[in-house]
């Protein structure tokens, strides 16, 4: 199977602070990964997709220099949240794309963040 | 501007009994995805469609895509108490893989 791993799975942090969180591709290559972040009991709300190699796109509304996304190989990608602040709170899950399957994500478990 | 709308987004029912939901959305696509999410979890993909006609079955639950219409419809059979979670739907843009989600629909099912 295709297994997306996230870590860590929780984190707590101080304002002001950086997060780094990691998303790894366990058994396939994924060119393409994707950033969610989910408040309770919304839906996924996209906020970037990473390419291997190349510069994140981001969706609107989402600041590019507070959410920095590093996509350095194809089993790796990293989002670090810079300068937390409690509104940063919340559910982020990342996803990638196999690149031997065209149509199909598969979805890491998620990383609940909490910045005090 | 693309929507995808779930309904309903929020069903209690009883086990034995079976139900629908259903996703509209508003462009065209052939890829359609359904999910599945327990609390506090992440995401569990149940179906992809990918053209029109489609259905695909597992267990109790049915998906069927109808391009045409642009709706999907997810349909359960005969629930089970552990069939309890959210369900998402979501339709692929051509363009990038990116997923358009639905608001979710929130199923509960009471032994």
């Known amino acids: 199977g295709a297994v997306v791993s996230q870590h860590p799975s929780r984190v707590i942090c101080k304002s002001g602070t950086s997060v780094k969180i990691e998303c790894r591709s366990l058994?396939?290559?994924?060119?393409?990964m994707f950033w969610y972040r989910q408040f309770p009991k919304q839906s996924l709300m996209l906020m970037a997709t990473s390419n291997e190699g190349s510069k994140a796109t981001y969706e609107q509304g989402v600041e590019k220099d507070k959410f920095l996304i590093n996509h350095a190989s194809l089993t790796l990608s990293t989002l670090t949240v810079t300068s937390a602040h409690p509104e940063d709170s919340s559910f982020y899950i990342c996803?990638?794309?196999?690149?031997?399957?065209?149509?199909?994500?598969?979805f890491g478990p998620g990383t609940r963040l909490t910045v005090t | 501007e693309l929507k995808v709308e779930q309904n309903p987004l929020f069903l209690s029912m009883q086990e034995g009994k079976n139900y629908t939901i259903y996703c509209n959305y508003s462009t065209t696509s052939d890829r359609l995805y359904w999910y599945r999410q327990d609390p506090g979890k992440s995401l569990e993909s149940l179906f992809v469609l990918l053209s029109n006609g489609a259905v695909k079955q597992e267990g109790r639950l049915m998906a069927s895509l109808d391009t045409k219409a642009r709706l999907s419809t997810l349909h359960i059979t005969a629930a089970v108490h552990d069939l309890s979670a959210t369900y998402f739907c979501a339709v692929d843009l051509d363009s990038n893989y990116q997923l358009i989600w639905g608001a979710g629909t929130k199923l509960i099912i009471k032994p």
């Open positions: 058994d396939f290559q994924a060119t393409t």
């Open positions: 996803s990638a794309r196999a690149d031997r399957d065209e149509y199909e994500q598969y």
